[in-house]
């Protein structure tokens, strides 16, 4: 139950970027450019950290160098334990912040400072530690998704593979809960878990465009598909789901599960490590429009697209794009991100 009626504040309206249309590079050019990347990551001593969501040309270059191709939070754990000096960070602006909160002495570079994301943008620092004065009675909780400013103000921070956990310890302690951005991956942990959680009204793009009812005559079309979704999605995609869980959990089930179609709700960037770790499975993106729907993501987001070996190279030659944050909010945010962590290893 959501006890607490008191006004929220009003959402910022998202701006929305078009996909990048960067050149075609034809496969000489591509490995030209890849074999210059790798030149000036030699020389600046630096790592490739990609998530599962950017284009597979970097996933690829990831693991090619010795990086890695996973989640937010297995991105900054891998650099934090990484003994390069430069983290180059593929991904959205939240990932590079939490990268550099956990390793304050290394450099993070990112190809384009602008690549955000629409929770985010959707939970401003300012209101949203004006909505927390409003309940000082409950425990913030935030999800990865959010700036350092906003993870400052939390008590404890989460990524979806570690969220039902951590608020089921919360509830069983008796702890309300005050959570933040994504209203559909709270209505999921508060469904799974009967606490007390009061929401903010946030979404993803990409996720919120998935509609239930096109996905259902989809699954009509695959009867013997399995459906994969991620639970940032609206609860009538949710139900439908046979497993619903983190981008980590969707590819461990491709690799573990019988079925030989799979339908996926999630961002299709991570078909590249699902096809890699299940090269003989199908998979189908779920439906993002149906009749009259608009598509603003078309179940790619459109700041992972702003991520390219071309702004990469160009970030690497040039040290530019680098993530800085105030050493105060940092103190005050790597507290939220630690409690998790420390959470985590005591399970």
Known sequence: MSADPAKKPDIPVIQVPRHPQWPHLDAREKAALKDRIRAMMRERNA?????????????????????????????????????????LVCGVRFMGETA??????????????????????????????????????RTVVVYANTSAEVKARADWMVTSG??????????????????????????????MTGADMLMWDGACVVHEEFKGFALERLRRLHPDAAVLVHPESPDEVVDQADVVGSTTALIQAVQQMPNEEFIVATDDGIFWKMQQ???????????????????????????????????????????????????????????????????????
């Open 277 to 347: 770790m299940a090269p003989n499975k199908r998979l189908i993106s779920a439906p993002t429009a149906g009749e009259g729907a608009t598509c603003e993501s078309c179940a790619h987001c459109p700041w992972m697209a702003m991520n390219a070996l071309q702004n990469l190279e160009q970030v690497l030659r040039e040290g530019h794009n680098e993530i800085h944050i105030e050493e105060s909010v940092r103190q005050r945010a790597v507290g939220a991100i630690q409690r998790m962590l420390d959470f985590a290893a005591s399970r």
């Open 47 to 87: 790592v490739l950290v990609a998530h599962y969501y950017v284009d597979a040309d970097l996933q690829a270059l990831a693991e090619e160098t010795g990086g890695c191709v996973a989640d937010s939070l297995e991105m900054a754990r891998f650099g934090a334990a990484s003994e390069a000096d430069t983290l």
């Open 100 to 137: 550099k909160i956990l390793n304050p002495e290394k450099t993070v570079l990112m190809p384009d400072l602008a690549a955000t994301c629409s929770l985010d943008e959707g939970c401003p620092a300012g209101p949203f530690s004006d909505f927390c004065d409003q309940h000082p009675d």
């Open 162 to 191: 570690i969220a039902l956990d951590i608020v089921r310890h919360l509830h069983a302690r008796g702890e309300k809960i005050l959570w933040a951005p994504d209203k559909h991956l709270g209505h999921y942990v508060q469904r």
